[in-house]
């Protein structure tokens, strides 16, 4: 498999990219290209012209200031795996990178390259979501920040417009009260999501529940909430039974569609049970039946 003839272009800085946006309507940004290259080979995408950008330094580092960690758009899988900041502040970003594809994979796919492509199996989406991360999206005009519960569209579709590019990721640093679960279900290890779920919560001290959001991964066209959970479980203990009856819930309200995978039955039985496992996990609860 070979992509389409295309042209190149690696950017040293902004400027050249918006150049390249604003002159050619057929381009496409790449940085690890674990998601375009292949598209291309398949002929499911040809760009005229490809603009590398995996020199700008703008778009790199993971750093932390005022309650908020904010990560590059070209920071790798494999470092918000392991970068003690992301590790302390936000274990489940780092957990769910664990459970991206392979270690090669890992190794060259970026963080705003798995936002941008918005595939609802990919697990940072899934976890972002859980987070109530921000998307940070800059063009020649200025910088403005999108809610993750706004950003992603339909089938691989993202607010972005064009002539604006994703350069980084903010989030608020975990509470040290918070609790987190991930649970996912593919063939393989490494194979894209059947289902799953990323799971954030917290409790007071009095072990009522104060917040909970879960991203689902293959749950219907784009990365998504899970619906109903906050209704059905803030301000309450949260218990093996009330798990039950909000997984009951919010898969009532799930049309994930038929694929290669299995019906929409199948699908929908997945998804409730990785995102049981995950509130159980979330919530310290173990195995809930």
Avoid at 28 to 36: P, T, Y
Avoid at 38 to 47: K, Q, V
Avoid at 79 to 108: G, M, T
Avoid at 240 to 257: D, F, K
Wanted: with cysteine; hydrophobic share 45%.
């Amino acid at each position: 498999m070979k992509p389409p003839p295309f042209d190149y272009l690696r950017a040293s800085n902004l400027e050249e990219v918006w150049d390249a946006l604003d002159r050619d309507e057929d381009v496409k940004l790449i940085a690890g290209g674990q998601s375009l290259v292949p598209l291309m080979n398949l002929r499911l995408a040809s760009p005229s012209l490809l603009v590398d950008i995996t020199r700008l330094k703008a778009l790199q580092g993971v750093t932390s200031q005022s309650s908020v960690l904010r990560i590059g758009a070209l920071t790798r899988h494999a470092e918000i795996e392991r970068h003690p900041l992301v590790v302390d502040q936000a274990p489940l970003l780092s957990q769910a990178a664990s459970w991206v594809a392979h270690a090669q994979i890992r190794n060259r796919g970026t963080l705003g390259g798995s936002v941008a492509h918005s595939d609802s199996a990919a697990e940072l989406p899934a976890a972002l979501l859980a987070l109530d991360a921000t998307m940070v999206a800059r063009s020649r005009g200025g910088e403005r920040r999108i809610p993750a519960r706004e950003f992603f569209g339909s089938y691989f579709t993202t607010a972005l417009v064009p002539g604006e590019l994703l350069t980084a990721v903010e989030l608020p640093v975990a509470l040290p009260s918070a609790t987190w679960g991930f649970a996912e279900f593919a063939r393989r290890r490494g194979d894209y999501a059947i289902g799953g779920a990323a799971v954030y919560a917290d409790r007071g001290p009095d072990q009522v529940c104060r917040v909970v959001r879960a991203g689902l991964l293959a749950a219907g066209p784009a990365p998504c909430l899970a619906p109903g959970l906050g209704e059905s479980m803030v301000g309450r203990v949260v218990d093996a039974g009330l798990i039950s009856r909000t997984v009951e819930s919010t898969l009532a309200q799930l049309s994930p569609g038929e694929n290669v995978h299995g019906t929409v039955e199948y699908r929908r039985d997945i998804i409730g049970e990785m995102l049981r496992r995950a509130l159980a996990s979330a919530f310290q609860l173990g195995e809930v039946a």
